[in-house]
T-cell receptor, first 114, second 115 residues
Framework: DVKVTQSSRYLVKRTGEKVFLECVQD?????MFWYRQDPGLGLRLIYF???????EKGDIPEGYSVSREKKERFSLILESASTNQTSMYLC?????????????FGEGSWLTVV | GENVEQHPSTLSVQEGDSAVIKCTYS??????FPWYKQELGKGPQLIID?????GEKKDQRIAVTLNKTAKHFSLHITETQPEDSAVYFC??????????????FGSGTQLTVLP
């Protein structure tokens, strides 16, 4: 089974703090994603990466950055956390090979900024 | 870009009845339409998907239909059970840079199956 692991399930941070959300996948997938989930808004794409050291902005990149130094690891960074970034963050991965190209999600990281 | 609308936002059905969730999409280039189920405290899990060259797909009690002309697709769950209670998300996808398939999600439907 594909495993996407988000190391921190619940975090509470103060406004202005730098926050790192880490994600690791064990299926050698080329593509990795960070989504944000808010009630009534569904899942919105923040950033994605299709290869090591490559990154592309999604629909809501403002206030976020990402890092992909190794194929299996994709980090989301909040340079200066704000209260409107309180949300659930979902990491996902997929492989472009074959017909499936299924996107697999992690369990989510609940971030509260106070 | 793509826009996906999902209805209803909440749905309650009696155990054993059917449930239908509907989605519309805007980008005619979208060619892949997955449905995800999210249980409380967990990440979304793929339950069924359909590609644009197929009009209907079925897997046991769940089925998905696609109308490309009208740009809408639906999830049908028959003989619902309490364990079907969850939030369901539809999504539409086209292929982006580096073959990364980007999903645009609907806003979700909270399905409650009443015993």
């Amino acid at each position: 089974d594909v495993k996407v692991t988000q190391s921190s399930r619940y975090l509470v941070k103060r406004t202005g703090e730098k926050v790192f959300l880490e994600c690791v996948q064990d299926m050698d997938h080329e593509n990795m994603f960070w989504y944000r989930q808010d009630p009534g808004l569904g899942l919105r794409l923040i950033y994605f990466s299709y290869d090591v050291k490559m990154k592309e902005k999604g629909d809501i990149p403002e206030g976020y950055s990402v890092s992909r130094e190794k194929k299996e690891r994709f980090s989301l960074i909040l340079e200066s956390a704000s209260t409107n970034q309180t949300s659930m963050y979902l990491c996902a991965s997929s492989s472009p090979t074959g017909l499936e190209n299924t996107i697999y999600f992690g369990e989510g990281s609940w971030l509260t900024v106070v | 870009g793509e826009n996906v609308e999902q209805h209803p936002s909440t749905l309650s059905v009696q155990e054993g009845d059917s449930a239908v969730i509907k989605c519309t999409y805007s980008d005619s280039a979208s060619n892949y339409f997955p449905w995800y189920k999210q249980e409380l405290g967990k990440g979304p899990q793929l339950i069924i998907d359909i590609r644009s060259n197929v009009g209907e797909k079925k897997d046991q009690r769940i089925a998905v239909t696609l109308n490309k002309t009208a740009k809408h697709f639906s999830l049908h769950i028959t003989e619902t059970q309490p364990e079907d209670s969850a939030v369901y998300f539809c999504a539409a996808s086209s292929t982006r840079k580096g073959s990364a398939r980007q999903l645009t999600f609907g806003s979700g439907t909270q399905l409650t199956v009443l015993p």
